[in-house]
């Protein structure tokens, strides 16, 4: 199940975030967390990470192309997306905001299902059930109470305890605003629900710097409402990796609810429409660029694993796969054809969409009798 | 859709329709293991108008879930329990406290399944009292179906007697789609005999109650009892009124009302929601044009003004009135 | 400006209420606390409570008799309600829930404006700007927003610090579970305004005990969002007089926003629709008798005030007054006249609307021209 | 109510749409210090379609304000500024975004004045980019305007030239009710002159755009430019079409389509909002009371489908164009 022994004992844990990867690649060793993890698994996320960077790179290129409508880059976010992926077993579910772009890998969403809804050709894409990961979600906050409902399920299914499972629902720091996400809270807390709120504090939402929306670090709200918080770099995949495990781990022993706070940076734009330069300084960027979520596994890997070049040349290779097929693959994506908005509305028949879906063929095929 | 099931023996005596939606969520709740009832005191105290009174005790905190105090939770939890395959029916407690779930109603409910085309399926009942009538303070006699007629990939019913009330609860329960399920409340004291035996008409539909050959007044929820009562006036009078029960406003069972109209030439709709882009403004504009050429008469409407619902003590000059309907007959009648 | 001097540093204060009065009459100390007050404001508290109980009764009485459609009691409250309004200056502003009587009397509003939307004449009926009460919220947690931005107008009228003025919003235990209510923890801390939260925690939100919102203490929540939270015996109104001025003096001198948690109970049912005997034990509400607000009042009063006999005669004659009236100007009050629906829906003249009055008056006329 | 100052110099060059509420805003600031502009990215950025650029430098902090990430916060708050005196423009960065909001705009918003029997105004203005046509993500080509158009309370107005956007939102601030301003997104971008220096309609009434004889086509926001496009194309066929661009949607200024349709004798309404319970609903009823012997054919509808915002990629098929007008147009002549 991939669920690891941990120290942790449920307390809050701040400010300092838990790091088990220095920016320079190193190891470090912490009192309640440990990167309890093989070689092999690490090597899995160098890949993981470097995967999912291309395809963002790849798709903020073809939206600048006007291939897709909109890309929002989760650049510099990789670690905390792969580390808390990672965390996940295959009988957890997550649900997600609109950019965890790296988290649907490792769930085994399919690039090009991943990018029909920037694409504009769909507004999902892939299967949520059979990927545990949810459709995502614009409405800032929205998700948080779906998947509080969906861990009282769990509950109701009998699956928390021994074998349990747990939800992982990721949010921003801007979205810690929302009332919505406080009724989460509350829920999640009254219900002892199995999840764990994974929020990115990658320092902006939109251009309102952090400091806007708390003036306290975030994973102290979860103070407020009697489950405890845990700040960890968002930018360490092993940390991240570690303390969503123990979360999760806590959510599916029936400890209830956690949060989790990922310290990362949002190195890119906020969506392809935004302009960083009207709001931030170039230096903060310049900063967040040297703790790079990647350099570091490379950096560990160059040392720890005699096998890395090889790796490094594979993982290259196949990034550049992933690349040439999402390129032609969104190319070439079919429209939807116009009666196709009558679809799936309803469930079951509707009499009165089924009239407009009616008129509106007679009236496509008037134009065909035209021409 | 519909459950078609008869069971042995159809009397019941004469039931309130709280008692009778009581009578039908304990029906889902037996029948299938994954209905759910939830909301604000909806278990220990069976719900401030007692409909899930007892529902607690025989099916326990699992099933029947007294939540914290937030629209929004409730209906956001609710979406969440429905992906896992959950039939949650939530209690609103009156009409207007609502708007704090509108997000969560009109952007994850009523869009899931098209978002997901057809994947999820988040067949959450929401169960709201509405209308007033009931001498009640502020935001307790709101009419808020235009908001959710409106609203794409909902669906909108409301039953006016105690057997369609326990049917229709029972039919929202086992739809696939969201219901939005409005509860007449100032009618939830009135008695009737439960039909048993018989199938269910669907949940879609609109019933013909009175037939009649010169105005056709079209009610639901709240109103139809004004319009049989008006009816039942007017045919002193020597009029003829067809009275047509709505029941379901989306989908507005609009083949049901011209098939009336085409007899009677006139229509009248009548409801407590402000006329102001109310239903009748959709029935007008929609049975004008099906039968333009037979309507006698405009379609008049008959409702709230567009004013905040009134205190108490001037409500019965807002809410619709026999005479109010019997005025708009009065006047199809004289074109 | 009824500012006192107070030792409170602005920390967070519980589990145990501060309490300055016991169930018995007897002043207690506290180290951060005083109840820096002559006794001749004691003796206006009592009357005050004493007071506020007795409209209470009489609505009770009167809405039994048909002549109020609805009354939601303070009965029990009645200290909360006395000792946070008696803190609040003329300049201070009032954001009540729909229970707040005790503190509708300590600004100035009639017992018969008040008793307006209960009768089902109004949905209002005092001057808000006059008595700097606003009107009472029926959606739970609203009024806090409001509050909010009120604060935040203090802010930009220049009104805080030396001489500044400061908002005082109620909720109940319920209400700290609405979204609303926690956005409004999110701003007034985001913003530092001029606010008090005060929370009535009388132990139920209708049949709900306070444990199926929060896990932990209601005065905790603060804590979450980086502000202060006390909590104090809500039946001592010596007790909720000291914590609220202190925290009104914090919020007016720039501290920022402070959360009062007044430990209290509902005494009576939830409104004159509620039957409490579904869901509570006679047990619990009896051990809260003992816990009576006044009773405290009068036992302080028997020991220390010899003129006491004198003023409780004195206070049940102005209590009988009151009480005659309410019954008779209830009983009187005229209903509204059919078209005042239309009156002040918009401030200036809405032509659809002036249309549907007309179309109204002429049918009423058409009434009148037949009999 | 409007203000009426004529300002010396007409000439502005054309100005884009965006530019000219900003202007407005501009103006808004300058002439009453209580006047502020909040909501998520209006300051530092400027707004997601810099509509609010440069107002944070030249005005401060404490009049432009970035506020958390929340709507009911954000109108909550303005209510509160409100009633101490202050006059707040809040920006909902999307029109799908506004729902958080509802409780506060329906609930708190548009009845604190009628609560306080009049004591109390609340001239907030909510600004929302609406409609669809940009090939935007999910909630970013809502038309909520029925909802808030339903709402007793409520004033709704949506522009649809940069002038009259210049001149509405300047009405809308100095409105002592509180008004719900619709910007049609897609046509952000299109310039025309403002008339800075004749005084501008009052802001509840519509607009005649072109006289015509045959059909009367009434639009609004971002339909308006498609009527001007159909009227021009069916002219080429020699049909003449009135268009009317209703400029207010409540008040809804019947009494102007009412004297185009007695001349014209046909209507047609389009909006991209589901045509069902959509403005046109409303219209069609009104109009065919009132011309009820004086229409030639039903009031036709254009508008969106009763389902979710479609994809980006089949908008064109949801969205009203002037094929589909004049196919409306079409058969209103044909009766
Ligand atoms: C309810 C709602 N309001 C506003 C928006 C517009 N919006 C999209 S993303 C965003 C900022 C979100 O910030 P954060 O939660 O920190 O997430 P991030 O984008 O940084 O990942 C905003 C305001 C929205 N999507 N939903
Ligand atoms: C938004 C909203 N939802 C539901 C209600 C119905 N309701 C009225 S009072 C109440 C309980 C409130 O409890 P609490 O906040 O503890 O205040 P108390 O009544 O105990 O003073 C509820 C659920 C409401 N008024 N508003
Ligand atoms: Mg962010
Ligand atoms: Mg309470």
Known sequence: MGQVASAWDGTEVGPDPVQLLTPAGRRVKHPSFAADVTLEEVRGFYRDLVLARRLDTEATALQRQGELGLWPPALGQEAAQIGSGRALTSADHAFPTYREHGVALTRGVDALELLRMFRGVDHGGWDPVATGFHLYTIVIGAQTLHATGYAMGLQRDGRVGDDGSAVLAYLGDGATSQGAVSEAFVWAAAMNAPIVFFCQNNGWAISEPTSKQTRIPIYQRARGFGFPGVRVDGNDVLGVLAVTRAALAHAREGGGPVLVEAVTYRMGAHTTSDDPSRYRDPDEVAAWRARDPIDRVRALLEREDAAFAGLAAAVEREAEELAERVRSGVRSMPDPAPLDIYDDVYAEPHAALERERAEHAAYLASFEEVS | ?335
Chains 1, 3 share one sequence.
Request: glycine content about 10%; some cysteine.
């Open chain 2, 1 to 335: 859709m519909a459950p078609q099931r008869s069971v042995g023996g159809g009397a019941t005596g004469p039931v309130t329709m709280a008692r009778a939606i009581g009578m039908g969520l304990r029906r889902a709740l037996e029948d299938d293991p994954k209905t759910l009832v939830m909301g604000e005191d909806v278990g220990q105290l069976g719900g401030v108008f007692r409909v899930t009174d007892g529902l607690l005790k025989d099916f326990g905190e699992a099933r029947v879930i007294d939540t914290p105090l937030g629209e929004a939770g409730i209906i956001g939890t609710a979406v969440g329990l429905a992906l896992r395959g959950y039939r949650p029916v939530c209690e609103i407690q009156f009409d207007g406290f609502v708007y704090p779930a509108f997000d969560q109603i009109v952007s994850s409910l009523a869009k899931l399944h098209a978002r997901s085309r057809g994947r999820l399926s988040v067949p959450v009942v929401i169960r709201i009292p509405f209308g007033g009538g009931i001498g009640a303070v502020e935001h307790h006699s709101e009419s808020p179906e235009a908001y959710f007629a409106h609203t794409a990939g909902l669906r909108v019913v409301s039953p006016a007697t105690p057997n369609d009330a326990y049917w229709m609860i029972q039919q929202a329960v086992s739809s696939a789609d969201p219901v939005v399920f409005l509860e007449p409340k100032r009618r939830y004291w009135e008695k009737a005999e439960l039909d048993l035996a018989s199938s269910p008409l669907p949940m879609g539909e609109a019933r013909l109650v009175l037939p009649g050959s010169q105005v056709t007044l079209v009610a639901y929820g709240p109103t139809v009892r004004t319009a049989i009562d008006a009816a039942a006036a007017a045919r002193e009078e020597g009029i003829s009124i067809e009275v047509i029960d709505l029941r379901s406003l989306s989908p507005l069972d609009v083949d049901a009302v011209e098939a009336s109209v085409r007899r009677t030439g006139r229509l009248v709709v009548v409801h407590e929601a402000p006329v102001s882009l109310g239903l009748g403004a959709e029935l007008a504009a929609q049975i004008t044009e099906r039968c333009f050429h037979s309507l006698e008469a405009p379609v008049l409407r008959v409702g709230g003004a567009a004013v905040p619902y009134p205190p108490a003590r001037v409500e019965e000059h807002y809410l619709p009135d026999v005479d109010r309907v019997l005025h708009a007959v009065d006047r199809a009648l004289a074109y």
